[in-house]
């Protein structure tokens, strides 16, 4: 009876409290409606960045007022047959060239969670990435997706690695993987020791929240919408991080204090041979995360034989002051050559963003924040309504500048999109 009136709430309850998306026309209208329905500690989760945040705004800024697009007019691109399918990791096919980030602790968002975001790579033809901290586990990603890959057309499945200091802890990962079918191994690499997220210090942020915090309950208060979803999620754990669900001791140290949390249980002498001896251990497709040099790119192809190389500064939550991957594709694509495959993130906000990192060298783009913000702001259809967004605004982009396919963007891409300092210097 319980669960009956439990799920008559629900919708009744989403209808009342929940933002109407469809009325967000853009990603910034997206973190606005998430900052008004989320908790503050948790909005300050996805927003912010490490010490004085320069990494995370020079991030977006890399996008603007660098280079100029120089359209081709009477291109006959129309939406009939502008296409936006591409391919990555040399077999995989995707509808749109850009993927979900993997990103810790959704349910703390919206408790639709990590799920929402796969079933909505799935509807949008995509891949999906789940993070080694995440609310949900590998097995329950991959029921839910069966659920939704009826029609055969199966998604494929990135697994997220932090590396654990206890080597069981890595082993027991990759298996659960492996036996949910999750086809590739991303290793995220710029996680050695904890960004200063001073944002979190100052809220006293931990996954579970601490509800014996006043500060944490007034604001609770003031965020119903948030609220109310988050106590339905309460009694299922929801909240907790799937990989510790069992280890109360590693639950109540990660919820203690973050970064001593990180320093204890992941390892930061973690180098190059040990990369190595873990990607041979996953056998199957493998990406490095979080590389910024051309030569580490090119290291990553050489030495741990990647398939891909994930340019990010980790949304500039990680080193401020890092490079931003967009400033750094040239280079690396340079160095790297043609035919190996980059994904790129941090910073895209519009679907202008993705045609010019994809323009200057990117196979693929990653959204972080974007994503989380659309959970935040409605759940599974607020990031419905952040990929519809994304797709549409590079749908226009292409038609504008006369790119009717991903890889006449990628060809065409030095004449469309053109340094502004160039023009000047030749006009
Ligand atoms: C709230 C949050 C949690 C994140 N958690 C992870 C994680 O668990 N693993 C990981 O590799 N990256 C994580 N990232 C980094 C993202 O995968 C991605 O690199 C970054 O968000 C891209 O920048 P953008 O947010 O500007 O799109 C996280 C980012 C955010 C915003």
């Known amino acids: ?21 469809s009325r967000l026309h853009s990603i910034n209208e997206i973190q606005k409606a998430a900052s008004v329905r989320c908790h503050k500690y948790v909005y300050d989760y996805i927003a912010g960045g490490s010490d004085d945040e320069s990494a995370l705004r020079n991030n977006a800024e890399s996008f603007r007022n660098k280079f100029d697009a120089y359209p081709f007019v009477l291109n006959g691109v129309g939406p009939e047959n502008v296409c936006t399918k591409t391919r990555i990791l ?6 749109v060239p850009f993927i979900p980030a993997p990103i810790a602790g959704n349910a703390m968002f919206h408790t639709d969670g990590e799920r929402a975001v796969a079933r909505v790579a799935k ?10 901290l995440a609310t949900t586990s590998c097995e329950e990603i991959k029921a839910c997706l069966d659920e939704n890959d009826g029609d055969g057309d199966k998604t494929h499945k990135m697994f997220q690695m932090y590396v654990w200091n206890e080597g069981e802890l890595v082993d027991e990962a990759l298996r659960k993987a492996k ?25 006293g942020f931990s996954i579970p929240p601490k509800l014996s915090d006043p500060k944490f309950i007034y604001e609770c208060l003031k965020k119903p919408c948030w609220t109310v979803d988050a106590v339905r999620g309460w009694k299922s754990r929801t909240f907790e991080y799937a ?16 970064a001593g949390f990180v320093r204890d249980v992941f390892n930061p002498t973690f180098d190059w041979e040990d990369a190595k001896a873990l990607r041979e251990k996953w056998g199957k497709k493998f990406i490095l995360k979080g590389v910024h040099r051309a030569d580490d790119a090119v290291k990553a192809f050489e030495y ?39 994904i790129i993130d941090g910073g895209i906000r519009r679907g202008s963003d993705i ?25 599974e259809k607020g990031v419905e309504r952040t990929f519809t967004i994304l797709k549409e605004e590079l749908e226009r982009t292409m038609g504008l500048v006369g790119a009717r396919t991903i890889a006449e963007l990628r060809s065409k891409g030095n004449e469309i999109f053109v340094k502004r300092e160039r023009l000047r210097n030749s006009s």
């Open 1 to 21: 009876m319980r669960k009956f009136l439990a799920s008559l709430a629900k919708p009744l309850v989403d209808a009342l409290l929940q933002p109407n998306v």
């Open 243 to 258: 990989a510790l669900r069992d280890d109360t001791k590693l639950m109540e140290k990660q919820r203690d204090d973050m």
């Open 179 to 203: 036996e949910s079918g999750f086809e590739t191994l991303v290793l995220t690499v710029d996680l050695t020791w904890f960004g200063n997220r001073e944002r979190d210090k100052r809220n």
């Open 304 to 342: 741990l034989k990647a398939d891909a190389v994930w340019i990010s500064n980790h949304g500039g939550r990680q080193l401020d002051g890092a490079v931003a991957p967009f400033d750094a594709l040239p280079g690396i694509r340079k160095a790297v050559g043609e035919d190996k495959e980059l």
């Open 355 to 379: 045609a010019l990192a994809l323009a200057l060298g990117a196979n693929a783009v990653a959204i972080g924040k974007p994503v989380a913000f659309g959970l935040a702001a409605g759940g």
């Open 123 to 132: 509807r949008f033809g995509t891949t999906y990435a789940l993070s080694t």
């Open 90 to 95: 040399g077999t995989v096919e995707v509808d």
